[in-house]
Nanobody
């Protein structure tokens, strides 16, 4: 059973940085595509950033130039470096992983990020 565990959320002031981590269990991590989503109260869950098994990346327009997604296959971990945080970045951030074999998707439990002065 694959499990995703997020960490690194917290309360920061505008302009500060945070790094989220997503630890993924299982032996096929290197073949997975992993993404970070976020959901603010009363809003839908939207993709923030995605990294493929080949380390191609994709970002939402709202975070381009501020957020960086990366992966360490030796540690089965994906990171989201968030710089120049804004109050509108406040949300619960979820880690998502897609494993092409056997074609299953998994979600983490979420971690709260609050940006406020």
């Amino acid at each position: 059973q694959v499990q995703l565990v997020e960490s690194g959320g917290g309360l920061v002031q505008p302009g500060e940085s945070l790094r989220l981590s997503c630890a993924v269990s299982g032996n096929a991590f290197s073949s997975s595509t992993v993404a970070w989503f976020r959901q603010a109260p009363g809003k839908q869950r939207d993709m923030v950033a995605r990294i493929s098994s080949g380390t191609n990346t994709l970002y939402a327009d709202s975070v381009k130039g501020r957020f960086t997604i990366s992966r360490d296959n030796a540690k089965n971990t994906v990171y989201l470096q968030m710089n120049s945080l804004k109050p509108e970045d406040t949300a619960v951030y979820y880690c998502y992983a897609h494993f092409p074999v056997p074609g299953r998707d998994y979600w983490g439990q979420g971690t709260q990020v609050t940006v406020s002065s």
